[in-house]
């Protein structure tokens, strides 16, 4: 056995938090991306790394399956690889693990090298699992590796893949924590040494729906300090709910073989591997269809309205207020896109005179808003569409109207942002008869509260003293009258798109995060994404600015993820979203805006990053599709799944 790495401790810049009243609202949506590491190894050593209960977990899991040597067995969630490396002990030679940490992968493989044993240890994620050839006769989930995401969708989804890889007939084991235990017993504080020089602090809390358990982690070295600060949860289910759970995901003949009671060579906080459900269940004996296994399943509603902007009619953000030929043209590329997708049958409108009327003489059986410009293209009555189609009946895709109204106002974004511990950008808000205000440091942007397309930032909207903020907001409040501005701190740093597909309660698709590439803009130029580089094809903005797959370590990639989810919750965003970041000069991750019905073009960020995930345009159109026609039908997994 190779022991781990000592755990480095936090960086300079990292820090506690202290006391907090809330555990939940501290916990990144994506925890389990860093936490499985050498700390886990040593925190949690005495129950994971403990011989007699890998041991036990192994007689039970042959004993319960039936398994044979010769069975291909697939160990998902393997951390270190103990239940595998103890099946190869035992003469398994067709043994697959598979885990999202890195650190446990590659210790698992050094484990498996000195003990010359062979497992195929695989990093991978539960939710998608590697094509193969050939089915598994068994899938293993063991040492209470179930339960990690933040809804419980994602859990289905990890059981669907799971069913998709067995053969039919084939068994699935797992343990998790007995969820109603824990609700009951669970210690709320603990603390612990873990050996002469490793103490831990943990503190415990039910989530506010009462579905998952929070829990701290706060692990100190006595001469180096506090190593981690770090956040934890596990969605707890009953056995009635977990048997459910594995019939709405297709599986049959749940089976319960009792608990599981760890030991503790420690006799110390056993936290959620305590007490434990130990079931099996059988894939169908017919193996399920390519279309069953995937998350893009055949469209339900099939009678399709594409709501557009209307080109007959000005248009006061896009170029000399009026359609441009590149907008037709991705009109074309959109139309012969939704061609491709098989199942549908759309229609088009994109007169806005005749828009209600038309509804209503053929209401469509649900509606793809497409119509970014707004009611008579404006901006300012975007939310008009989606009200529309309440009113008349009509399910539709994206946000809603309160959605959309609120997120149209940057300053209210930021605010709600603020409360949520999300960093934003220090701001000044100026109301149209305000005088104007004395930042406490320039340089500084200057833009309108409420706007689309960039309408107001260009180059001269930089303000780098007090002369040049006066002149700035003059300008902006003749072109833009009546409008309220902010003054902004400027960000330096790089810039970041998100892009999520899906809700909250069916879960989210993310999109490769893009970087703004600024490197071939002219340095006389202020790196921002100004109007220009929406709008004027002959710009450098336009011409010179790029976008590329951003380059981030696990924990801005996380901090993105984790700030990105909270907002589209908190914000009511449906189906799809763009959140848009960019860091300071010491690089702090802070908000720039919230898009909820992001552009569609061919060209535009979302088709971007979509390529780079390897979705063709049409492709990343029919899961927009597919996420919102999943919203309005809501899911087929019964409602008593989701609580407590």
């Known amino acids: 056995m190779v022991a781990p790495s000592s755990p480095r401790p936090l960086s300079k810049k990292s820090r506690t938090l202290g006391p907090v009243a809330d555990l939940e609202r501290h916990l990144p949506a994506e925890w389990w991306r860093t936490l499985f590491n050498a700390t886990y190894v040593k925190t949690d050593g005495d129950v994971v790394e403990n011989a007699a209960n890998t041991t036990a977990d192994v007689d039970l899991l042959l004993a319960a399956t039936g398994l044979k040597p010769s069975a291909r067995v697939l160990d998902l969630c393997c951390g270190q690889g103990r239940h595998s ?38 990093e991978g994620d539960a939710r998608s699992l590697p094509a193969t050839d050939t089915p598994f006769d068994g899938v293993a989930i063991l040492g209470n590796s179930f339960g990690y995401f933040d809804c419980q969708a994602e859990d289905l989804a990890v059981l669907a893949a799971v069913r998709a890889a067995l053969r039919p007939g084939g068994i699935l084991a797992m343990d998790i924590s007995d969820g109603d235990w824990v609700r009951k017993n669970f210690e709320p504080r603990s603390w612990e040494w873990i050996d002469r020089h490793h103490f831990v602090c943990r503190e415990r809390m039910l989530s506010a729906d ?58 110390q906080d056993l936290g959620m591997m305590s007490h434990r459900i130990f079931v099996t269940a059988h894939a169908p004996g017919q193996r399920p269809t390519r279309s069953a296994r995937t998350l893009a ?29 590149e907008d037709l043209t991705a009109v074309q590329h959109l139309k012969t896109a939704l061609a491709e997708l098989p199942g549908y049958r759309f229609r088009f409108l994109d007169n806005h005179a005749t828009l209600a009327a038309d509804l209503r003489a053929h209401p469509p059986a649900f509606a793809l808003n497409l119509c970014d410009e707004g ?39 930021n605010a709600a942002a603020a409360t949520m511990g999300i960093p934003v950008p220090v701001e000044l808000y100026v109301g149209p008869g305000d005088s104007a205000p004395r930042p406490t440091s320039y340089p500084v942007i200057v833009k309108p509260a409420c706007g689309d397309g960039s309408v107001g930032i260009t180059a001269a909207s930089i303000a780098q003293n007090r002369a040049e ?77 790029r976008y590329v797959a951003a380059q981030l370590d696990d924990r801005r990639l996380g901090l993105l993820r984790d700030y990105s989810t909270r907002l589209f919750e908190r914000l009511d965003c449906r189906d799809f979203a763009r959140i848009d970041f960019r860091a300071t000069a010491d690089g702090t991750l802070k908000l720039l805006e919230v898009n909820p019905n992001p552009s569609w073009r ?41 609580g407590p």
């Open 85 to 122: 490396l103890e099946l190869a002990s035992r003469g398994f030679s067709h043994l697959t693990g598979l885990d999202r940490s890195h650190y446990l992968i590659q210790l698992a493989r050094r484990r498996a090298r000195a003990a010359r044993l062979t497992v195929n240890f695989l």
């Open 210 to 267: 009462g579905t998952r358990l929070v829990c701290r982690e706060v692990v100190t070295h006595t001469e180096r300090g506090v190593l981690v600060d770090q956040f934890y949860a596990e969605r707890l289910y009953a056995r009635e709910q977990l048997h459910t759970l594995l019939l709405a995901s297709g599986f049959v003949r749940p089976c319960d073989h009792g608990s599981i009671l760890s030991g503790s060579d420690r006799n």
């Open 297 to 325: 399943r055949r469209p339900e509603i099939s009678d399709v309205a594409v709501i557009l902007g209307d080109p007959r009619l000005a248009d006061a953000v896009k170029l000399d207020g009026k359609f441009q030929p």
């Open 375 to 413: 009611f008579v293209n404006d901006p300012l009555r975007e939310l008009h569409i989606p009200a529309l189609l309440e009113i008349l009946g009509v399910p539709c895709s994206g946000s809603g109207p309160a959605s959309l109204a609120i997120c149209f106002n940057k300053a209210i974004v």
């Open 469 to 545: 903020l006066i002149t700035t907001l003059a300008r902006l409040r003749t072109e833009l009258p009546g409008r309220a501005l902010l003054v902004q701190e400027l960000l330096t740093g790089p810039e970041y798109t998100v892009g999520l597909i899906g809700n909250p309660a069916q879960g989210f698709q993310r999109l490769p995060v893009i970087e703004a590439d600024y490197s071939r803009l002219p340095a006389t130029l202020p790196h921002i994404l100004a109007y220009e580089s929406k709008f004027q094809l002959d710009s450098p903005y336009w011409t010179d600015i």
């Open 602 to 642: 061919w060209d535009d960020d979302p088709a971007i990053m979509a390529g780079l995930a390897g979705w063709s345009y049409a492709e990343l159109l029919g899961r927009l599709i597919a996420a919102a026609q999943a919203r309005v039908h809501a899911s087929a997994v019964p409602a008593k799944l989701a």
